[in-house]
Each structure stands twice: as structure tokens, then as C-alpha cells.
């Protein structure tokens, strides 16, 4: 079965930590993507990532930062929580224009 | 820049009956691709139904079909048959140059 693993389902955290979500895929996938889910705004592209240590922004970057330093594993970064980021954050991968693989999402409080 | 629009915040159907979800989406390209996604309560996002732009032919999975109308920039889920499992937000996409855009999704709602 491939699969797309979050370290985390749920975790809170407060404000001015730095907060660390690990995403962890086996397909073998070029591309890692981080989106954050809200309510009534559906899912926003942060940073996606086409190959090891690169990275690109999405739509709304501000605030947080990824590391790909292994082509399995692509980490969210968030330098500094504040409590606007409180937010589900779902991590997908994909091979060129193929379907993309969630995990089961991390759903981030920060206090 | 890219836009998808789901017009339909919550929808609810009787099982057995047929539903269907509108998306609109707005891009300049020609090639492109556009998913369904379906993520139940349990949060795991998962692919309903793939249709690439440059087929005419409408995608079919089982009890899930599109209505695509390229002309009007339109891809319309229509589920038969629906049953309880399919209680789910439902997320159209279009994806192009390995990115993908999400509408804001509709809650479907089954009930039996």
C-alpha cells in the first residue's frame, strides 16, 4: 500500500515556538507538496518541493519555510507559531501530472 | 493565475438517488488536468475521478462521472446510486505545470 505519513495528527503548540511537521512518503515521488486547509477556503498551496533540496513557493508562503533534504521526506517549518496559523495541514506527493497522494492531515492549534 | 469555484457549499441527497456538484474554474491554458478529490470524516483525502483537457470523452469511475465542458470551463461530479459512504467533502481541482488549485469544496451529505 503506498502511503503518505504525518508524524502528527494533532498537536498544539504555542505562540513563538518553533514548530517542526514532518511528511514521509515511499512512492518514490518527485514531488512533495504542504497545503493548509480551512474552513470555507479549501486547500492553499504553502511550499511544494520537485526535487531534493529545492523548493518553491506556493500561494501563501509568508510566515513558514520546508526542507527537502532527502527525496522521501519534506518538512513544514514553522519558524515562529502564531495563533493565525492554527490551521490543518495536509502534505501530498505526486509523479508528473498523475494523482496526488495525501496523508491524513496535522491538525496544528497554536495558544 | 488559476481559479476553481465550487458554487455549493452543502449539498444533501437520499441514498439511492443521483447528485451532482458543480465546479467552474478559469485558466488560460490549454493543457491542463482536473481531479475530483474526496476527503470523508476521517480526513484522508483520496482521487474520485482524473479527466485530462485535451480528452473530450467524459471520465467514468464506476458510480462517479463528469460532465466536461471545456468550452465553459465546467467539470460537474455526478454521483448515481449514492450510498452512505459517499457522505464526504468533495474538492474539484485543476492542475497545471505540476501544481494543483483547490475549489473551496462542498459537504455531501447522504441520507438514508
Known amino acids: 500500500d503506498v502511503k503518505v505519513t504525518q508524524s502528527s495528527r494533532y498537536l498544539v503548540k504555542r505562540t513563538g515556538e518553533k514548530v517542526f511537521l514532518e511528511c514521509v512518503q515511499d512512492?518514490?515521488?518527485?514531488?512533495m507538496f504542504w497545503y493548509r486547509q480551512d474552513p470555507g477556503l479549501g486547500l492553499r498551496l504553502i511550499y511544494f518541493?520537485?526535487?531534493?533540496?529545492?523548493?518553491e513557493k506556493g500561494d501563501i508562503p509568508e510566515g513558514y519555510s520546508v526542507s527537502r533534504e532527502k527525496k522521501e521526506r519534506f518538512s513544514l517549518i514553522l519558524e515562529s507559531a502564531s495563533t493565525n496559523q492554527t490551521s490543518m495541514y495536509l502534505c501530498?506527493?505526486?509523479?508528473?501530472?498523475?494523482?496526488?497522494?495525501f496523508g491524513s492531515g496535522t491538525q496544528l492549534s497554536v495558544l | 493565475a488559476q481559479t476553481v469555484t465550487q458554487s455549493q457549499p452543502e449539498m444533501s441527497v437520499q441514498e439511492a438517488e443521483t447528485v451532482t456538484l458543480s465546479c467552474t474554474y478559469d485558466?488560460?491554458?490549454?493543457?491542463?488536468?482536473l481531479f475530483w478529490y474526496k476527503q470523508p470524516p476521517s480526513r484522508q483525502m483520496i482521487l474520485v475521478i482524473r479527466?485530462?483537457?485535451?480528452?473530450?470523452q467524459n471520465a467514468t469511475e464506476n458510480r462517479f462521472s463528469v460532465n466536461f465542458q471545456k468550452a465553459a470551463k465546467s467539470f460537474s461530479l455526478k454521483i448515481s446510486d449514492s450510498q452512505l459512504g459517499d457522505t464526504a467533502m468533495y474538492f474539484c481541482?485543476?492542475?497545471?505545470?505540476?501544481?494543483?488549485?483547490f475549489g473551496d469544496g462542498t459537504t455531501l451529505t447522504v441520507k438514508p
Open positions: 501530498a506527493s505526486d509523479s508528473a501530472n498523475e494523482k496526488l497522494f
Open positions: 512512492m518514490d515521488h518527485e514531488n
Open positions: 518541493s520537485y526535487d531534493v533540496k529545492m523548493k
Open positions: 485558466t488560460s491554458e490549454n493543457n491542463y488536468y
Open positions: 479527466q485530462e483537457a485535451y480528452k473530450q
Open positions: 481541482a485543476l492542475r497545471r505545470e505540476g501544481k494543483s488549485t
